[in-house]
């Protein structure tokens, strides 16, 4: 999601050549049980949909639990701490995931990541505690966000184990991770909601679950892989390159992050907090559908870097293609379902109010498909270890959101957020598929 790019190169200029970023130890702490050869794409693919697909649903319920109990208000607070919450943490998250399982020269050892990742999570909580102090926000409203950035401090540190067993193409852990996670937090989050009617305790009570699975279940894995290995590998000078060479990568999710979230703002803005609940809940409807395409990205990222790696040009396309016509075939059947089923699947799913969205849910079906198309390119530009080019392009996409977001939504509501995210999808998809051509094309050149 490996040639070496330039620009890494320029991160480890200056360095003494008799100095290794990555010492060979690191390999031979390897868990010797691991099988040499990697799991069949299928078999990855599958454990990985199951995964996403499960904490895709719970997730949802969790949103489903708060419309069913008529108060739409909470929904839209829910989705408001979500939307606070997510920008700054794929910013300082710096997508080192991706980088991790695409490493496959070993040029930082996983305690570099996990260090990396701990420092930049603190400076995540520290700015969100910022925005909470700055921001005119009610008190419970504030506890939620508060509890989603203790959540998703959590996540991020899950995250980067898993981008550790992911470039061992283990994903079937990383499956069982986020099942767990999601059953257990949907569970505790419905009692807890149900027994206090408080929004805050059920994000308190789903933090806590998240916390227990990642220090019973992530940091096992994690130990078994890495041996007796430190996780915190304090070499500042390391450290700081690793920072240089991902921060494009940051600074890309949290555009794109951002441009997801826009209409979000625009909308609870100019409608309010109810109308964010009903498109939230809408949005979560076709999110699975986006949950499948990322399950078939992340389970192939690892072999598009050694194709692209080895030259193997053709091959790196071909998987990328077959994958492209897989998402558009997840979004027109999405907009299909929605246009003979979805009016009566959101009054059974939600309440009868939600039904009469149903056009803002067939754009955002159609918006998955397109958006998949984007994604699988974006996954090739992170196999091909091409970070600093993905930035031109989310500034295109996200300037493009913001702009179609202030037009569409005042005019036409839900459904024009939709919209907003359609063209979004559009331009990104465009755009990743000719800077990546050109990378290919210099590549060869090269």
């Known amino acids: 999601m490996d040639t070496l790019t330039e620009g890494a190169q320029a991160g480890n200029a200056g360095k003494p050549r008799n100095k290794r970023v990555v010492s060979p130890p690191e390999t031979a702490v390897l868990n010797p049980e691991m099988p040499e050869t990697a799991p069949r794409l299928r078999r990855s693919v599958a454990w990985t949909l199951a995964g996403n697909l499960t904490y895709a649903l719970c997730q949802w319920g969790m949103l489903a639990v708060l419309a ?9 607070q829910f989705a408001l701490g979500l939307a606070v919450a997510a920008p700054v943490f794929m910013l300082t998250n ?92 949907l569970a505790a989050f419905a009692f807890c909601y149900h027994r206090t009617q408080s929004l805050v305790t059920a994000v308190a009570a789903m933090t806590a679950v ?4 990642f220090a019973a279940y992530d940091l096992r894995r994690a130990r078994e892989l890495v041996g007796s290995g430190s996780f ?5 000078r390391t450290i700081r390159a690793l920072a240089l060479k991902t921060a494009p990568l940051g600074a890309v999710m949290a555009l794109g992050s951002l441009a997801v ?45 050694k194709m692209f790696a ?23 059947a999405g907009v299909l379902f929605s246009a003979v089923f979805g009016r009566a699947a959101l009054a059974w799913l939600y309440r009868p109010e939600y039904a009469d969205h149903v056009h803002a849910l067939e754009v955002l079906a159609a918006t998955v498909g397109i958006s998949a198309v984007a994604s699988f390119l974006g996954y090739g530009m992170t196999a091909s270890r091409s970070f600093i080019q993905q930035l031109p392009v989310m500034l295109v996409t996200t300037a ?14 839900i459904a024009g957020a939709a919209y907003a995210l359609l063209i979004t999808a559009v331009v990104q998809a465009v755009m990743t598929g000719v800077v990546l051509g050109c990378v290919v094309r210099s590549r060869r050149a090269a």
């Open 310 to 332: 080895e030259q193997n040009y053709s091959e790196f396309w071909l998987l990328l293609k077959k994958s492209a016509g897989f998402g558009l075939g997840v979004g027109i």
């Open 261 to 305: 979230n826009i209409p979000r703002y625009v909308l609870v803005q100019h409608s309010g907090t109810r109308e964010l609940g009903i498109f939230a809940s809408l949005a979560y409807v076709v999110l699975a559908a986006t949950f499948v395409v990322n399950a078939l990205g992340q389970s192939s990222l690892v072999r598009l870097s």
């Open 232 to 236: 915190i590998g304090w070499e500042p």
């Open 400 to 413: 493009t959101c913001g702009v179609s977001s202030f037009v569409l939504i005042p005019r036409f509501g």
């Open 94 to 185: 710096l997508q080192l995931r991706g980088a991790q399982a695409t490493d496959a020269r070993l040029e930082f050892r996983f305690s570099h990541y996990f260090t990396l990742r701990l420092l930049v999570t603190c400076a995540g909580v520290a700015a969100i505690g910022s925005v909470l102090l700055l921001g005119r926000y009610e008190v419970s409203g504030a506890a939620v966000i508060a509890f989603v950035a203790a959540a998703k401090a959590i996540e991020a540190l899950s995250d980067i184990v898993a981008g550790l067993l992911q470039r061992h193409e283990r994903l079937d852990q990383v499956a069982v991770a986020m099942i767990t996670k999601g059953v257990l937090s």
């Open 68 to 76: 069913n109990s008529g108060d739409a208000v909470a929904a839209g």
């Open 210 to 213: 998240w916390m227990a699975v």
